[in-house]
Nanobody, 121 residues
Framework: QVDLVESGGGLVQPGDSLTLSCEKSGRSWSRYAMAWFRQAPGKEREFVAWIGSSIIYADWVKGRFTIFRDNADNTLYLQMSSLKPEDTAVYYC?????????????????WGPGTQVVVSS
């Protein structure tokens, strides 16, 4: 059984910062790569960031987001700053239980239910 649960979403104003968490249970996750995706209304699920043997971000992140993990408490994080209205989306964490990297959502087997982020003034 693999469980991922995101939290930390909410309503923020443009320019604000927010940190999302993804708590993992069911096994030790320190060996596996993890990723963040997001999905805005009416759009496809979009790659945000990946952490494994290295860290990779979507081009549009441009230094605004930071992915990191705390293996001690089995938690993945996404620190977001300078938020824009176009960052409004449901944010998901995911893993394929491997160390391979992919920006494609279909590659990932396990997903959390997501956490809503709304950036609005």
């Amino acid at each position: 059984q693999v469980d991922l649960v995101e939290s930390g979403g909410g309503l923020v104003q443009p320019g604000d910062s927010l940190t999302l968490s993804c708590e993992k249970s069911g096994r030790s996750w320190s060996r596996y790569a993890m990723a963040w995706f997001r999905q805005a209304p009416g759009k496809e699920r979009e790659f945000v960031a990946w952490i494994g043997s290295s860290i990779i971000y979507a081009d549009w992140v441009k230094g605004r987001f930071t992915i990191f993990r705390d293996n001690a408490d089995n938690t993945l994080y996404l620190q977001m700053s300078s938020l824009k209205p176009e960052d409004t989306a449901v944010y998901y964490c995911a893993t394929s239980l491997s160390n391979e990297m992919s920006t494609q959502a279909v590659f990932y087997t396990y997903w959390g239910p997501g956490t809503q982020v709304v950036v609005s003034s």
